[in-house]
């Protein structure tokens, strides 16, 4: 590989390896989460896939810590990972900035 030696190492060096990577993966996830939600704005539409694999799409209507509060255009509300989600092409300008209401849970 990039010359470690896995056999020559303990299994506390191996566990010490091992919270390294992972520390390091969790820091490279963030990072990336973190550039994936500078690039959204309140108001943006954007599409993503919900897990039964449909297209989804809506309006950022909140950016969280870790996700993103999307109104879908069928009046359901998702948070979703911004890594998750596409800018909507629209075609139709002449509809960006429009309000969309939406009712709230009481």
């Known amino acids: 590989m990039h010359g470690i030696n896995l056999d020559a190492l ?10 390294a990577v992972v520390d390091r993966l969790h820091f490279l ?12 704005a309140i108001g943006e ?3 993503f896939e919900d897990n039964s694999g449909q297209t989804q799409a809506g309006i950022v209507i909140r950016r969280n ?5 999307v109104h879908g255009d069928n009046g359901r509300q998702w948070n979703v990972s911004p890594q998750l989600l ?9 509809q960006s900035g ?3 209401p939406f009712s709230r849970k009481a």
């Open 98 to 100: 429009k309000l969309v």
């Open 86 to 94: 596409r800018k909507e092409k629209r075609t139709d300008e002449g």
């Open 45 to 47: 539409r954007v599409m």
């Open 29 to 40: 996830h963030q990072q990336k989460t973190t550039h994936a939600l500078l690039d959204l």
């Open 65 to 69: 810590r870790k996700t993103v509060t």
């Open 10 to 19: 303990s299994e506390a060096e191996l566990i010490a390896l091992h919270d």
